[in-house]
């Protein structure tokens, strides 16, 4: 009886140490969006000399001078056009190219700001040298400035979140142009928590993107 109790009691403990350990090294959770789009139609190609993410990030109030700007160029990516219409698109930006622009001026300044954006504290580029947005839905919108509402889903240092975007969208002849509205995200939801000390300036988390795509019909 006591070597049947002995028998039964090992493999129960193995099941909770592999629970326990399963607990203690959960991994980060994502949340995203079924793609329902396809890739039936025109196929365009990113053109990346004119693509880019442009950002700008701010300390204590949303105010121009507690601004950083800049922007992101794109490594990837691709747009379906269907009966004239967007239909699907997926994006990759290059997070090795993130710059800021309202340091150009200044080399030290910029070369610190943007070392210390790719750093571990913020988007860790050596670990996560892009980032991406997959469009999951298109609809038409008829009033305000903008045509199209985007949904989709963002990645970034590989949590990915769903995410919308309104747009301005243009089909021409062999060329497709996608303008979004500046749109603010949480940095935070995408695990870039890094706060200076209070005397420097809270950072804010919100990070404000805007999105200027150009696609060029494949031949």
């Excluded at 298109?138 to 985007?150: A, C, I, K, M, R």
Aim: net charge neutral; glycine share 6%; hydrophobic share 35%.
């Amino acid at each position: 009886m006591r070597k049947k109790l002995f028998s039964l009691t090992i493999p129960a403990l193995l099941v909770v140490t592999v629970m326990t350990s399963c607990k203690k090294e959960k991994p980060l959770t994502s949340e995203s969006s079924e793609v329902v789009t396809t890739k039936e139609g025109n196929q365009y190609t990113l053109d990346t000399l004119n693509s880019k993410v442009e950002w700008k990030g701010y300390k204590i109030f949303k105010s121009e001078n507690t601004s950083h700007f800049g922007d992101i160029k794109f490594e990837s990516g691709d747009v379906t056009i269907k009966d004239g219409k967007l239909e699907s698109g997926k994006f990759v930006a290059d997070m090795n190219s993130l710059t800021s622009i309202d340091l150009k001026d200044d080399a030290e300044k910029l070369g610190k700001l943007n070392n210390h954006l790719k750093s571990g504290d913020f988007f860790e580029v050596e670990k996560f040298p892009t980032a991406s947005y997959e469009i999951t839905k298109v609809t038409p919108v008829s009033e305000g400035d903008y045509n199209t509402l985007l949904e989709g889903n963002l990645t970034i240092k590989g949590i990915t979140k769903t995410a919308q975007f309104k747009a301005n969208v243009s089909v021409k002849e062999g060329e497709v142009s996608i303008a979004t509205e500046p749109k603010d995200i949480k940095r935070e939801d995408f695990g870039v928590k890094f706060q200076a000390p209070a005397e420097n300036g809270v950072i804010k988390d919100e990070v404000t993107l805007q999105v200027n795509i150009k696609a060029l019909e494949k031949k």
